[in-house]
């Protein structure tokens, strides 16, 4: 188990400066593991705010030109290539061969499958500071400067390298060590212990469902994971739709804040979609409530009292509104 700390962001990483920008590469998530420490239970399955580890982890690498899983098929959030090492349980080295021989990139993000809190800013931070450091591969530290490989960007030709060497000097890859490749390559650092806190155990388990649901993380966990729910890929402006539905239950009705934003979502998805017609749409009902509130101003007779608290909704914004979870 990688030591969690509940303070830090994912992607507040110390280490190299990020460069120019990410460079292009592939990713190979190992998710085949026997999980003994779970009891034997589908670890890649279990579900950690509401998504399988496994998605969570496909998401921080979507980036990817390819996405390989070395594992059994399963239906998984986005398409990915799937791959079984040789023989089916022969370790993570045997399963990383499999995942490259279905990358062409220079670069490859090799990644476990039990990362709840990886984001796709460590990983493009991971491979910034590969192209820039000239190494053969950059990985993940946990609190307790233990290396993470597999939470790492490697430049693949040198992993091909060192794969096929040891292969001719073991005869197999299977049952090596993980630490057998990296003793032989080039490697910098970054420390993260958010990003690199994975899930061995039951308790584990635990401590990532409950990290999700504290006030400062569950808004962009439950949007995430109805997103992926929903197959949507849209950043938009959630701050602005919540001050929205605070504007509408405020100045019109406790009702009209839900109604509101499914129709400015309605809208939006009429006007062909995209960020910008969400906030096109956001604008012009922003704008009406504001017009309905100073209506209901202008015809409340002098003297007459303000509605009661029972008939507004309490500020919805996300620094207010009680957690969800």
Partial sequence: ??????TGEPGAATGPAQGAGPARYDAVVLAGGAARRLGGADKPGVRVGGRPLLDRVLAACAGARTTVVVAASRPTARPVTWAREDPPGGGPLAALDAGLRHT??????VLSADLPFLHEPTVDRMLSALRTSGRDGVLLTDPGGRDQ?????????????????????????????LRRLTAELD???????????DCDTWGDIATARARIREHGHVLDEWISAVKDELGIDLDVDTRGLLDLARDAAHGVARPAAPLTTFLVGYAAAQAGGGPEAVAEAARKAVALAARWAQETSEDRPSGEPQASAGDVAPDATPDTRPDAG
């Avoid at 188990?1 to 509940?6: F, I, S």
């Avoid at 490697?187 to 806190?197: G, N, Y």
């Fill in 187 to 197: 490697l910098t650092r970054i420390s993260d212990p958010v990003a690199s806190f």
């Fill in 1 to 6: 188990m990688t030591a969690y700390q509940p």
């Fill in 104 to 109: 062409t990139a220079e670069y490859v993000v």
């Fill in 149 to 177: 490989p597999l939470v790492a960007a490697y430049r693949a030709p040198r992993l091909r390298e060192e794969l096929a060497l040891l292969a001719g000097r073991h005869g197999a890859l299977a049952g090596l060590p």
